[in-house]
């Protein structure tokens, strides 16, 4: 199975950029659709962004597009989320997420996913 580590959130002034890493050990991320989700406290987990595998096509919750753009690098094993004019309303928890079987918004579908990283977006 797919071990999955987040990295790189951080404090960050709105209009800013951030980009987040998910690393993964044990299987090839080329084998999974990766999803990236972000959770507020007291808030429910929200869907950002998912890079299908094989293919790598992108779906965008639509708050995010135009903003923010997944990626996948095969060679390190690592799925990127990079975050363009970050906004306060991003602040969250941001959490990846893996499936071998399919393509889905919902995070209950999720199989697998990472320990989340801090984004603070200060206004």
């Known amino acids: 199975q797919v071990q999955l580590v987040e990295s790189g959130g951080g404090l960050v002034q709105a209009g800013g950029s951030l980009r987040l890493s998910c690393e993964a050990s044990?299987?090839?991320?080329?084998?999974?659709?990766m999803a990236w989700f972000r959770q507020a406290p007291g808030k429910e987990r929200e869907f950002v962004g998912v890079?299908?595998?094989?293919?790598?096509?992108?779906h965008y919750a639509d708050s995010m597009k135009g903003r923010f753009t997944i990626s996948r690098d095969n060679a390190k094993n690592t799925v990127y989320l990079q975050m363009n004019s970050l906004k306060p309303e991003d602040t969250a928890v941001y959490f990846c997420?893996?499936?071998?079987?399919?393509?889905?918004?919902?995070?209950?579908?999720?199989?697998?996913w990472g320990q989340g990283t801090q984004v603070t977006v200060s206004s």
């Open positions: 997420a893996a499936d071998p079987s399919r393509t889905t918004t919902a995070a209950r579908m999720y199989d697998y």
């Open positions: 044990g299987r090839p991320v080329s084998l999974y659709a």
């Open positions: 890079i299908t595998r094989y293919i790598d096509n992108t």
